[in-house]
């Protein structure tokens, strides 16, 4: 199988999925309620929030006066092409790796491609812009393109903290790996307690927030975390 094809079959696969969820009713999602009130009021977003760039791109577009289901369809859409776009170019650096079996590559990159687009760009959409930005990343740092990188990471953190956050630790970790332990292992367990106490303030300082209770997910967060009665 020639680079060609794996190319043809490459655009076959991002082309079908796209077709698939396109056309996809996505008021079945469980967040689809508070996305709605998300994207009708970007301002209030935009002032009690720390998401900047995700909701820069909804007041963009809720200032076009285009229905909420369009609204939702172009995100998904620039989303799945900024996606497709990343994946591409992942498998461009990797191209010289000699995989065992092709085929079942591509059936694992059409199942993940599959999963991550309903999980988090029909679903959770802010995670799933987030997650993309730091893919972006990672790839152009792979290419030593250190500027875009960077500026994929701030872009990251101001669409979702705690999950660019998780992202970053990952990668950090992996960085780490097979370095000096004596540096590694004390590194490594600081920005561990750091990152999760931090992750846990915003989270703890959310609650107490009376600006919170007007998020469009306060009622759900009240009844998993405070007591009955």
Same mark, same amino acid.
């Given at each position: ?20 969820? @396109? ?6 999602? &469980?967040d ?20 900047? /760039?995700f ?6 577009l809720?200032? &076009? ?11 998904? !859409? ?13 498998l461009k @650096? ?21 999963? /991550? &687009?309903?999980?988090?760009l029909?679903i ?6 987030c !997650? ?19 500026i ?12 660019a ?18 540096f ?9 307690? !750091? ?14 927030n ?10 759900? /967060?009240l &009844? ?6």
């Amino acid at each position: 199988m020639n680079s060609k094809e794996i190319k043809a079959i490459f655009v076959f696969i991002i082309s079908t999925i796209f077709l698939l969820f @396109f056309f996809l009713d996505t008021s079945f999602s &469980t967040d689809y309620d508070a996305y709605l009130k998300r994207l009708n009021n970007p301002l209030w977003f935009l002032a009690h929030t720390k998401d900047y /760039f995700f909701d820069v791109i909804n007041f963009l577009l809720y200032k &076009t006066a285009i229905s909420n289901t369009l609204h939702i369809k172009l995100v998904f !859409i620039l989303n799945y092409l900024f996606f497709s776009y990343i994946v591409f170019k992942l498998l461009k @650096f990797y191209s010289n790796f000699n995989l065992s079996s092709l085929k079942l590559f591509l059936i694992f990159l059409f199942f993940f491609i599959l999963l /991550f &687009t309903f999980e988090y760009l029909l679903i959770r959409l802010r995670a799933g812009t987030c !997650i993309l930005l730091m893919f972006a990343s990672f790839v152009y740092f792979l290419e030593k393109k250190y500027k875009p990188s960077i500026i994929f990471i701030i872009l990251a953190f101001f669409t979702h903290s705690v999950v660019a956050a998780a992202f970053f630790y990952a990668s950090y970790f992996l960085f780490f790996i097979k370095r000096n332990k004596y540096f590694e292992l004390p590194v490594l367990v600081i920005s561990s307690i !750091i990152i999760v106490y931090g992750v846990y303030y915003l989270n703890f300082n959310s609650l107490r927030n009376s600006e919170f209770f007007y998020m469009p997910l306060s009622f759900y /967060f009240l &009844t998993a975390i405070l007591p009955a009665g």
